[in-house]
């Protein structure tokens, strides 16, 4: 397939896209135009519905339907409105980061370090297992005043929370149902300590894993009943039962534990907080591409057999599609690199703007941008590859390769038979769109 551009049709803003098939009719193939109103070019056995007018007429409503319903322009994704406040910055002569106009990659210090804490957050959780299995350990052991009602009503109780951990549907119940084994661990506690004296126990120390529990996986609110119930732990016996288990010199204990709880808890929570707020960052700049702020090679490489195996599932077609700045190396070596820097942020923006939010567009290396369409037939596929041809910014052109999922090749085989098209689109002289066999 072959669709080219005048060079009149370069320097003015393209024609609105038809609204209705009453549009439509006027512009079919049959009177020599295309829908978007330049000559009509064959498409061999991809030509538009073959050579019968009226399916021609229902194949481009199709497609005019579907480009109503592209992303709004007045609102473009997150990723876009920051570029325009980049770039108010650069005009104001705000100083803005520079990046060169290379192929970014993905952000290897940024990935390193997510593997670091990914690495770290599997040995503090088989630290935390290893206290827990001790704690377990310790209900047997035999304590120094002998009260075998006690000890064994925590071992039992133990054993109950050990197998509701793993017998319990927790993700069907409400999340916080979720707390229920680390608070009824303080009852184990208040029992352990009881079955050794009381305040002579040393089993009060335990007291810290179901707090550190509750600041890892629980929520604010759920470590707050943790600190009270703790707190009731130490007092409620002195008050109830007292001497000589439990004297008045407990007290000091009860108020050590009631200051060192809270900020134990809280501030292994706040750590929490921000060890996954920053993964959470670094996740965003691993599949975010530096400069034009779209999705990177990564997250393409992610995404397309993510897609494809939806597509396999549900039966619907898929497309992709691979754009090519044309003479970028000319461009860039003539004006500078920050002008080319800018020409691919102005590409992103114009072609984000173009698709529908489902949709991805990613940076695929250097003046390289690749276009995913999920649920998108062919034909559909060519009237979005013109409109973002057609949106390219200033005088420049681009070249598109277009290749529509077969059903059974893999996400390898369709970007090779895309890129295959985006090389013929160049060898038939740039500043077009081809179909790929």
Avoid at 1 to 11: D, E, F, L, Q, V
Avoid at 70 to 83: N, T
Avoid at 84 to 91: C, S, T, V, W
Avoid at 239 to 268: D, K, Q
């Amino acid at each position: 397939m072959a669709m080219r551009k005048s060079g009149t049709a370069a320097m003015r803003a393209p024609e609105p896209w038809p609204r209705n098939s009453r549009d439509t009719a006027t512009k079919t193939p049959g009177n020599g135009t295309t829908p978007w109103g330049r000559p009509f070019v064959g498409f061999g056995p991809f030509e538009f519905g073959g050579a019968d007018p009226p399916t021609r007429e229902r194949e481009y409503s199709s497609a005019v339907r579907r480009s109503s319903q592209l992303a709004p322009v007045h609102e473009p994704p997150a990723a876009i409105r920051g570029l325009r406040i980049d770039q108010e910055r650069k005009a104001s002569g705000t100083p803005v980061r520079n990046f060169k106009h290379r192929d970014h990659g993905p952000d290897k210090k940024g990935w390193k370090l997510l593997s670091l804490l990914r690495a770290l957050a599997s040995s503090v959780a088989l630290a935390r297992s290893c206290v827990a299995c001790l704690a377990f350990v310790l209900v047997l052991l035999p304590p120094a005043e002998e009260n075998s009602s006690a000890l064994l009503s925590a071992a039992l109780l133990c054993v109950l929370i050990a197998a509701s951990a793993f017998l319990v549907p927790w993700e069907k119940l409400p999340a916080g149902a979720q707390a229920l084994g680390p608070l009824a661990y303080f009852v184990v506690i208040a029992l352990l300590r009881e079955a050794e004296g009381g305040s002579v126990s040393g089993y009060g120390a335990l007291i810290l894993l179901p707090i550190c529990w509750l600041a890892l996986y629980g929520t604010r609110g759920q470590l707050s009943v943790a600190l009270v119930v703790m707190v009731v732990m130490f007092v409620v016996p002195i008050i109830l039962l007292g001497e000589p288990h439990y004297p008045s010199s407990e007290w000091r204990r009860a108020l050590m534990w009631a200051g060192v709880g809270p900020v134990v808890g809280l501030t292994v929570q706040r750590l929490v907080s921000q060890r996954r707020e920053l993964i959470g960052k670094l996740r965003e700049v691993a599949r975010a591409d530096g400069l034009t702020g779209v999705a990177n090679r990564r997250a393409w490489d992610e995404e397309l057999p993510r897609e494809l195996s939806r597509a396999r599932r549900s039966g619907k077609p898929m497309s992709v599609a691979l754009l090519d700045l044309d003479h970028f190396k000319a461009f860039n070596d003539s004006r500078g690199h920050q002008a080319g820097d800018q020409l691919l942020m102005d590409a992103a923006i114009g072609w984000g703007k173009q698709i529908k939010d489902a949709d991805l567009i990613a940076r695929y290396g250097g003046e390289e941008f690749a276009v995913l369409l999920p649920n998108c037939p062919v034909i559909e596929a060519c009237g979005i590859a013109e409109r973002l041809r057609e949106v390219t910014p200033g005088e420049e052109t681009c070249s598109v390769g277009i290749a529509c999922w077969d059903g059974s090749e893999s996400s390898e085989a369709l970007i090779a038979r895309a890129d295959h098209a985006l090389y013929e689109a160049k060898g038939k002289g740039r500043d077009r769109a081809v179909l790929a066999a």
